[in-house]
């Protein structure tokens, strides 16, 4: 009995976390977002659509969303943690064309 209510609880767990996963905003203003210095045009992250291909985790601390992983200190210049801690590492592994591009993500409205 424990186990079938162990089984039950788990599975419900792990269904409610992907329906959360599927709430947060379709894009965001970065630079907006975290006060982010420069010349470059915002960055609208696609969020839902980085949601659809990733798991919450690869970027935030729970499958909730929420706080980044890596909270962005340095925020100004092209050495900063977006570019360095969070967009970049990411788009290598991923192999993202053009992934370390400016205009990959710095795009005019």
């Known amino acids: ?23 947060g905003p379709e894009t965001m203003n970065l630079k907006d977002r975290f006060a982010v210095a420069g010349k470059k045009p915002a960055v609208i992250f696609p969020h839902r659509a980085h949601q659809e291909k990733l798991a919450c985790t690869k970027c935030h601390d729970s499958g909730q969303g929420g706080h980044l992983s890596i909270v962005p200190q340095n925020k100004k210049g092209m050495g900063n943690d977006f570019h360095k801690k969070i967009c970049w590492p990411c788009h290598v592994e991923m192999k993202v064309p053009k992934g370390k591009s400016c205009k990959t993500c710095h795009r005019k409205k």
């Not at 009995?1 to 709430?23: D, E, P």
């Open 1 to 23: 009995m424990k186990k079938t209510i162990f089984c039950l609880a788990t599975g419900i767990l792990a269904v409610s976390s992907l329906c959360l996963a599927g709430n």
